[in-house]
């Protein structure tokens, strides 16, 4: 059983899977993720219920987090436009085209563009060098080929748009998809610049009635200047690859990727890799073996989670690419260099009580009604399974996603019950079993 969590992104590939493959593929996740740039609420609606009939059949919680559009600059309907090295490319704004040049809809594109600028399409496998911009339109030279289809983004290298999430777009599926709200553990918001821009997610969400916990991705220069201030307000970060290797060279990536894996252990806050991490298993069965040890590496380091994008939602091999990750990650050897120190008293009993479990090679048992105690737990990086026992499948679920707690629903009606109840079900010796703080005690039991 591996400490680190594994996360996978549905999309139609998946959606192809009998549904026997789909359990088998959800069997080797502890959480999905459905992207919204890329889902109609009734897909989402879809993937929501197929998830949790898994649950109800396999007794297990899972994790369901979607991941929301943001103020992305994307391209209008148009039919597929191959591009090839050299050719010139038009972009005009307008919500659609007959092919002959490329579509976009929001002025964000033509407000920040200008001669000289690269445009960065398909996480970079095209680029295009800008030789002429208007207020409504671009003209750019293809450096790369590839072939632009309707909703793909369009980035500016180095340059951010001058607008902030929710986008119109992020109000307008939220809206429709609030029905599903008691289901959506976890909302992540793409190209937030900072706080503000993630308060006022949090904001929409809470007046739509959303409860879900919410996923910062760092994808932007303006997120990673901000980054202590994100990994502040954000309930979970997650270094999203993709758009941040098209704002920063991707000989930048790797030191961008540890400064923010590290800020956030030191905080304890969840964190994430994301994206091509098994890229060529889009079209193989097997993966290349650096992407075997860039899984390998990164887990190491003691990241919480990391989600499979591209490899499942669309790719030839979703099966294999979910199987493939948790063949790497049951092998790893952690080596953890940064942990967060100490707070509260409530901090120092959490850390005492994983290092007393790891010196005497003990699991640790904890019953936690929020969730609250198994995070602070967490966050020290206990290297044994966490056995969290929880009344509230809710927390259960957002717990999936964190690290090396395995969270079980375990309805009683008092801690000292739950408690009694889990180390019933999982009491093999030796373990260090509590429910926390009660009345000012901090009750452990130790069983050898
Ligand atoms: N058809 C799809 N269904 C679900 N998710 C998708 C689909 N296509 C792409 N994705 C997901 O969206 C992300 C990349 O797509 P996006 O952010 O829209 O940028 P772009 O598609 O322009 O590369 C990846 O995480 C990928 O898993
Ligand atoms: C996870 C990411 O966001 P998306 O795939 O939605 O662009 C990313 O950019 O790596
Ligand atoms: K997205
Ligand atoms: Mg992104």
Not at 85 to 112: C, E, M, W
């Amino acid at each position: 059983m591996s400490l680190t969590k594994r996360v996978a992104t549905l999309g139609p590939s998946t959606d192809r899977l009998a549904e026997e493959d789909f359990y088998k593929l959800l069997d080797l996740v502890d959480g999905v993720r459905i992207n919204l740039a890329h889902a109609s609420p009734g897909e989402v609606e879809r993937r929501i219920n197929a998830v949790r009939a898994y649950e109800r059949e396999r007794g297990r919680p899972l994790a369901v987090l979607v991941d929301l559009k943001g103020p992305s600059v994307r391209v209008g309907k148009t039919p597929p436009v191959a591009v090839e090295v050299g050719q010139h490319v038009v972009f005009k704004l307008g919500d659609r085209s007959d092919g002959s040049y490329i579509p976009v809809p929001t002025r964000a594109l033509f407000q920040v563009v200008e001669r000289g600028d690269t445009i960065l399409m398909l996480d970079g496998k095209l680029k295009l060098r800008v030789v002429n911009a208007g207020v409504d339109f671009v003209e750019a030279v293809a450096e790369s080929s590839g072939v632009v289809t309707s909703g793909k983004a369009v980035v500016v290298e180095g340059k951010d748009y001058d607008v902030s999430p929710p986008a119109e777009d992020d109000v307008e599926i939220l809206d429709k998809i609030s029905r599903l709200k008691d289901d959506i553990d976890y909302v992540s918001v793409s190209l937030a610049k900072n706080c503000k821009d993630v308060d006022a997610v949090r904001t929409l969400l809470n007046e739509l009635g959303f409860e879900s916990q919410i996923v910062v991705k760092i994808e932007t220069r303006s997120a990673v200047r901000n980054l202590e201030e994100l990994v502040y307000c954000g309930d979970y970060i997650v270094v999203a690859r993709g758009d941040l290797g098209l704002h920063y060279g991707l000989d930048t990536l790797p030191i961008v990727q540890r400064e923010i894996i590290y800020t956030s252990l030191s905080y304890g806050k969840p964190v994430a890799v994301a994206t091509q991490l098994l890229d060529s298993m889009q079209n193989s069965p097997t993966p290349t073996r650096a992407e075997v040890n860039d899984v390998y590496t990164t887990a190491s380091m003691g990241v919480d989670s990391l989600w499979l994008t591209n490899e499942t939602a669309n790719g030839s091999y979703p099966l294999a690419a979910a199987l493939w990750l948790s063949k790497i990650l049951e092998k790893v050897e952690y080596n953890i260099v940064k942990l967060p120190s100490p707070g509260d008293v409530r901090d120092r009993f959490a850390k005492g009580l994983v290092e007393m479990a790891h010196d005497i090679g003990a699991v640790i048992l904890v019953y936690s009604m929020s969730g609250t105690l198994a995070k602070r737990i967490a966050k020290f990086r206990p290297l044994n399974v966490v056995h969290v026992g929880t009344p509230d499948v809710k927390t259960a679920r957002i717990l999936s996603l964190i690290w090396a707690l395995q969270p079980a629903y375990i309805p009683a009606n008092s801690y000292e019950d739950g408690l009694e109840k889990l180390i019933a079900s999982r009491g093999s010796a030796p373990f260090v079993a509590t429910y926390g703080i009660r009345g000012g005690v901090h009750l452990v039991k130790v069983m050898f």
